[in-house]
């Protein structure tokens, strides 16, 4: 049985940072392309980084050089490093796996999702 999990998020003011995690279980994690992806109210779901499995990164341009993805692949554990963060930056945070090379911002090519974890930024 495939789980993803995530951890980390919380509230925290403008220009703040907080560090995610997600942790698979019952997957080869070092053979997914790993995702986080963000919804907040209202909005569609979007991407905001890839870590190919391959080596590599993704990300959104709204988050190009205040985030950073990272994975551990002996720990099955996916990272993101949300620095200088924002109000709009507020929303549920996925992670999300995809048994493919590459990267993709598409919800439909990812296989498995974690239930999500908060951020949420004040000004």
């Known amino acids: 049985q495939v789980q993803v999990a995530e951890s980390g998020g919380g509230l925290v003011q403008a220009g703040g940072s907080l560090k995610l995690s997600c942790t698979g279980s019952?997957?080869?994690?070092?053979?997914?392309?790993m995702a986080w992806f963000r919804q907040a109210p209202g909005k569609e779901r979007e991407g905001v980084s890839v870590?190919?499995?391959?080596?590599?990164?993704v990300y959104a341009d709204s988050v190009k050089g205040r985030f950073t993805i990272s994975r551990d692949n002996a720990k099955n554990t996916l990272y993101l490093q949300m620095n200088i963060l924002k109000p709009e930056d507020t929303a549920m945070y996925y992670c999300?796996?995809?048994?493919?090379?590459?990267?993709?911002?598409?919800?439909?090519?990812?296989?498995?999702w974690g239930q999500g974890t908060q951020v949420t930024v004040s000004s």
């Open positions: 019952g997957l080869s994690f070092g053979a997914y392309a």
């Open positions: 999300a796996a995809g048994f493919f090379g590459g990267w993709s911002f598409n919800t439909r090519d990812y296989n498995y």
């Open positions: 870590a190919i499995r391959s080596g590599g990164e």
